[in-house]
């Protein structure tokens, strides 16, 4: 089964305009949702990372909402650059432990020109 | 550059033949952990080490993996007799051990083809 689903499984929007990304999960309880971005053929980049407690966080042109009610996150990226075309992934870390990270299987973003 | 390193970046080998990848962590980082992606896919859960205990090893680790910490620095990943099915991306990560919600930094991965 899979734990952490993430829509659209891909997506294409013009440079400037700006987008969501959805991500449902199922792990309960946990302990932190984080949003990582990875460019094709490299490691996961850390965006976000928000506990059960916070609503919203922000990075940048990135910001990241969460409802643990409902489990679900969104991450919006405000006016798109070429460079922020890559993988977005959303990982649940259950709570107690270690931080075990349980994946999505991420959402291709291209920001065509 | 004091980021998670990985190497080899990149490994073609024979089918049958056994491999080792290496990783540096983030210097004083003493949570260490080895993920697994295949195309499309996020990255899978292999094993977890604190220090130089693996405290954590995923059923995907058959026993023809193996992975070491031994001093508690770098670590290692080796596959022993090598399937077409292990091709992936091996990813390490490091983070430090106060709180739950520290940032895990991972590496650039180590591709590893098996022809």
């Known amino acids: 089964k899979n734990q952490v689903e993430q829509s659209p499984q891909s997506l294409i929007i013009l440079e400037g305009k700006n987008c969501t990304l959805q991500c449902n999960y199922t792990v309960s309880p946990f302990s932190n949702l984080r949003w990582y971005k990875q460019d094709t053929g490299r490691g996961p980049v850390s965006l976000t990372i928000m506990t059960f407690s916070e609503n919203t966080k922000s990075n940048g042109r990135y910001t990241a909402t969460l409802d643990a009610d409902t489990k679900q996150s969104s991450l919006h990226i405000t006016a798109s650059q070429l460079s922020d075309s890559a993988s977005y992934i959303c990982?649940?870390?259950?709570?107690?432990?270690?931080?075990?990270?349980?994946f999505g299987a991420g959402t291709r973003l291209a920001v065509h020109p | 550059d004091t980021g998670v390193s990985q190497n080899p970046r990149h490994k073609i080998t024979k089918r049958g033949q056994n491999v080792t990848f290496r990783c540096d962590p983030i210097?004083?980082?003493?949570?260490l952990y080895w993920y697994r992606q295949t195309l499309g896919q996020g990255p899978e859960f292999l094993t977890y080490f604190q220090n130089e205990a693996q405290l954590e090893k995923s059923r995907l680790l058959s026993d023809r993996f193996s992975a070491e910490r031994p001093k508690g620095s770098f670590s290692t990943l080796e596959i022993q007799r090598t399937e077409q099915g292990d091709s992936a991306m091996y990813l390490c990560?490091?983070?430090?051990?106060?709180?739950?919600?520290?940032?895990?930094?991972f590496g650039e991965g180590s591709w590893l083809t098996v022809v």
């Open positions: 210097s004083e980082h003493n949570r």
């Open positions: 990982v649940v870390s259950p709570s107690g432990g270690y931080n075990k990270l349980i």
């Open positions: 990560a490091s983070s430090p051990r106060t709180g739950g919600r520290n940032t895990i930094y």
